[in-house]
Structure formats: C-alpha cells, structure tokens
C-alpha cells in the first residue's frame, strides 16, 4: 500500500461532514439558481412535483430551495431531455423556440457523446461558463506549457445548427467533441471561417490548424506525427487515451523512412488527396536536414526512452491509461521511458467534467470530486431500494460502488451517466471524496447463464494475460462467442509486433482470473452453464481501420473515437469476425 492510500481518511469526521454539506449547498445553488426559468424546468414533465412544490412555497429561502430539490427532482436520462435537444435541429429554428431552454440564452456548442455502443449519438448543449471559470483546468482544451505540445486535435465537426434570431441575424451553433468545443470557446473560433485559418499553427501544439481539418484517419495521423517529430521543442503529450498514442507510434513505426525523408527535404508527403490543405502545410513547412539526421541516429519507436531522446524537453504524458486502455501501458511506458510521469486529465464525459487527478495518489487513475462543471450526487449501485435514493458526498463510504448523477450548469438536473466509480477514501484535507473509475453499469455482456463479468473484470483478465503471455495488445474488444454452447466471452485482440512462444496460455489465464472476479461466473461454470472465454488475434490495423469507419459512419471527431470493452453494433461484429488471423 503506498503512502497516499494511507493517508486518505477511511471515513469521515463530523466537522469535515458539515463542511462538506456546506460546500453541496453553496454549488447546488450556483448551479440550478439560474437555470430555474428555462424552458426545460418549466415544462418537463418529471419535474411537475418540482414545479407545483416551488410554487406553493412563497418563503423560498436557500434551505427551503435545496429541500424542494432534494425531495422533488427524480433521477433522469437522456430520454428526459431528448424532446428539448431536437428543437434546435428542427428546419427553420427560431430563436425564440430554444433560447433559455436549459440555461439562460442560447448554448455556445453542442458536445457530441464518445459512441462505444451502437446506439445514436447523444447531444448536450454547453453553455459559455461564467468568467471567473474559463482559466480552470476542467475548462482548459490543453493543460498549461512552456514548450509546445504534441495534441492531435481534428476540429472536424458533424453538423452546423442555424438558428434564426429576433434581430435578423443567424447565429450558427457547432456540434462536435467536447474538447473541439473548449477549443473553439477559448479561441473565439467558429466553423464558419475556418478556411480563412489554414495558414496558422494550433497555439502552443505541434500542428498546424490545417492538419485538424484532415478527414482520413490515417492522413491525419501521418502529418501530425510529420510535424511532431520535426519539432524538438515538445514538452508535453496529450492524447485523449494512451491507446490512440500507440496507434500513432504504430504510423511513426510504418513511415519512417518516409517521414524523415521529408523533414530533411521540407515536402509534404503524397497521402491521400488533401485537397485545399495542401498548399497552407507546404507553406508551413520547412525543410530540416540537421533535425532528419537525429531522428536518422535515434531510429524509428524501440528502444526504451525513445520519446526522451526524440524530444529532450519532453516533461509529461496526458492521457487515459485507466479501462480499456490499460493495454497500452506497458508500451506507452517503454516509450516513454521511467523519468516521463503519466497522469489523466480528469474524470467527466460529454455531460460534464466531474472530477480532477488527485496528485497525492495515482494520478492515472485517482480523482479528486469537484463541484465547478457540474453538482455530483450518486447512488448506490448494489442497494436493493428499489426508489434508488440519490445520496450526498458525505454519505458515501469506503469501498462502495456508486453511479455518479450530475446536476449542470448546463441544464441537466439529476442525470443518470451510467458510470460506476469506487470510493477510495477521502482527502485528509477537505474531505473530499477520492474515486476510481470502474465500468459502465451496463456495460457487462450477459451470458445465457444470466451473469455478467463487469467491464473492468473482462478488461483486467486480458491485460494480466497479454503482459505474461500475448504481449502488446493494441486493442480489443469482446462479443458473444455462440459457436458453441454455453455463449462466453469472445476476445477480439489486435497486438503489436511479435506474439509470445506460449501465446495458447492467455486463455487459461484470462478464464482463471475471470473464475476468481466474479462468484457468479465462477458459479455457473462449475454448474455447467458456463464456459471458458476464448481468444482471437486480428489484422494488424483492424482497430485503425474501425476507427476510421466510425469516423465516416457517425462524423464522431478522429481524437474522441474509442472502441467498446464489449461491442454490441451488429454490423461492426461480423465485420471484425471477417478481420481474425488466428486462435489461442
């Protein structure tokens, strides 16, 4: 146990339990005050009670407020707020239809969900946070360098939203990744005149503005790593999940001789029809003989510290190591090298940002709560209350599981993300909640003998596989595999480089680990009812590849794509089947 586990406080003091309940109604307020003449409140129906309480108190005093919300406001989903959203897709949209219609004035983007089921894709309005919040690292697109920064970014977008206003005028609302809308938030950058950009650089990165207008997944990998290794100034680099860096190793990997070739020579490579971008990257880029021939002495991605040596001033890795892309670590570490720290940037989703690392523990993968973005409250995910009462932070307990429910500045009240997260303790300081991550709540694959394996379970069984057995997997996912009776758990597993001499061991690994996970499986096994798992190896680039379609399927951002621990999209299933190699 490391010296931060043991100074997180196991359960909390009554002095720091009202600071706590103090700090949840000054952030409760701020968040729902100014929310509470919009158009959603006012004619949701699942917040009838809520309405007919507030308008038969006449006090309404803070505590009197806050008692309303707690007793009236039910958890909600999607389908709540579904209504609502599709008025500013409606042909016309006038202003007058969707202003205040979840805070006050109209949203400045719409942040589009990650997709890892096949369900469509979600939509939430972000408003312009106040001022005073815009500088907080939950708000910043990029974390703060002296150096520039390696952040592939697609500025890419799905759709425009034209809304026509009482003065005459079109304001034009951009749907895309939420980190693509922090972005332009903070740049003042609409899509309407991004071609009047081409010949900027990205402040502060590695790429320039053309780059993250690229629409083929593997050009725009390929330049950005063009531009990257040219600049040996890097001090920090962010990708949304480590597993997405190793992908763009694998292209470093693929064209290096290529990409050498054209920083010495200062040329744009022949990949793909880039259209209109070419000719701003030409402009942009210069040829560099002296930085070809170190990247020529240092070699392409191996050795253990390559990135150190490729980019001396490199300081920090950003990035998601935790869930599904904890198959990257072992080579996002070897790359790295042992004096390069990794961290995450925060726990939140399209939603809201709810959390930041807590530098005392793991920063990979321990977070701090935070009431800036969002009010989170949870419930307890093994409770048999069937009314699944909501619960405050000072009423969560060490090691228990809970779905966190968020309360927004921009507009949701109570809603359901379908997270599962694990108190680790609390901060010695303010008391403040330490979590992890775990799973999506639904996101286990049900098997005909009725229990489900949760997402970190199946996650974790591969992962302790591949390092011991497999070696490095670039990615996976699983399905039902019915080629035999009982249906059980069926990896699709793409690795990088050589597979290991005792590979065939992975299977009986990844089936023990399970046994030991979950009682029910392991139950059912030995009823009968169940199977071991089995292991599939794919195409080198099947997951490049999936991603890529996802990409054209949905107009999801290239930097926001990732794929599911368990994949349930029918059309993608047969088409990974179509990709497999071989069986351990």
């Not at 206003?165 to 980190?179: A, F």
């Not at 990247?295 to 990135?307: D, K, M, S, T, V």
Request: charged share 25%; aromatic share 12%.
């Amino acid at each position: 146990m490391s010296r931060s586990d043991t100074d997180l406080l196991e359960s909390l003091t009554a002095e720091l339990s009202q600071k706590l309940k103090d700090y949840e109604d000054q952030a409760l307020l701020e968040m729902i005050r100014p929310n509470l003449a919009s158009q959603f409140v006012q004619d949701a129906p699942e917040l009838a009670k809520f309405r007919e309480a507030i308008a038969q108190n006449d006090s309404m005093d803070d505590r009197d407020f806050l008692r309303i919300f707690r007793e009236y406001i039910p958890p909600t989903n999607y389908e709540t707020y579904r209504p609502f959203i599709s008025k500013f897709f409606a042909t016309p949209c006038k202003e007058a239809d969707v202003k205040n219609m979840f805070a006050p004035g109209l949203p400045y983007f719409f942040a589009m969900s990650s997709m890892t089921s096949g369900k469509s894709v979600k939509t939430f309005p972000r408003y312009r946070p106040p001022p005073h919040l815009l500088q907080n690292p939950l708000y910043l697109a990029l974390p703060r360098s002296e150096g520039t920064i390696l952040s592939p970014a697609s500025m890419r977008y799905s759709q425009i939203l034209k809304i026509d206003c009482e003065d005459g005028q079109t304001k034009q609302l951009t749907v895309c990744s939420l980190s693509i809308g922090f972005l332009r938030m903070a740049m003042n950058w609409d899509a309407e005149h991004d071609n009047e950009r081409l010949d900027l650089w990205l402040p502060g990165q590695t790429d320039p503005y053309a780059i993250s207008l690229v629409k083929s997944y593997r050009a725009f990998f390929v330049l950005n790593a063009l531009f990257a290794l040219a600049d040996r100034r890097v001090t920090i680099i962010r990708f949304f999940f480590a597993n997405v860096f190793v992908i763009f190793l694998q292209y470093i990997e693929d064209e290096w001789t290529l990409l050498v070739d054209c920083i010495e020579k200062g040329i744009i490579p022949e990949i793909e029809d880039l259209g209109h971008l070419r000719a701003p990257l030409e402009k942009l880029f210069k040829p560099n003989p002296l930085r070809a021939a170190e990247l020529r002495e240092i070699g392409p991605p191996g050795i253990e510290g390559w990135a150190v040596r490729v980019w001396p001033h490199l300081e920090r890795f950003f990035g998601i190591t935790g869930g599904p892309a904890a198959t990257a670590v072992p080579k996002l570490t070897h790359v790295l090298g042992p004096s390069i720290p990794t961290q995450a940037t925060g726990y939140g989703s399209s939603e809201g940002s709810m959390a930041l690392p807590y530098h005392k523990g793991d920063p990979n993968t321990d977070y701090k709560i935070m009431f800036v973005d969002v009010f989170t409250e949870f419930l307890d995910v093994r409770s048999n209350e069937l009314s699944e009462r909501v619960l405050s932070i000072y009423e969560l307990e060490l090691g228990g599981y809970y779905e966190p429910v968020l309360t927004t500045r921009n507009g949701l009240w109570r809603y359901r993300i379908g997270d599962v997260i694990g108190v680790k303790g609390f901060a010695p300081d303010d008391g403040l909640p330490i979590i992890n991550y775990l799973h999506r709540r639904d996101g286990g694959l049900v098997m005909a003998f009725g229990t489900t394996c949760t997402e970190s379970q199946l996650t974790s069984a591969i992962v302790s596989a591949a390092n011991r057995w497999i070696g490095q997997i670039i990615d996976f996912t699983i399905v039902g595999d019915d080629r035999d009776t009982p249906i059980t758990y069926g990896y699709l597993v793409e690795i990088g480089g050589e597979i290991g001499k005792d590979a065939k061991m992975a299977t009986q690994q990844t089936f023990e680990d399970l046994m030991a996970a979950n009682d029910e499986f392991r139950t059912a096994f030995w009823q009968g009812r169940a199977r071991k798992p089995t292991i599939r190896l794919l195409e080198k680039g099947t997951f490049a590849e999936y991603r890529q379609q996802k990409c054209s399927k949905t107009n999801v951002s290239i930097s926001q794509v990732k794929v599911p621990v368990v994949l349930s999209d029918p059309t993608f299933r047969e088409w990974l089947l179509e990709q497999v190699v071989t069986e351990l």
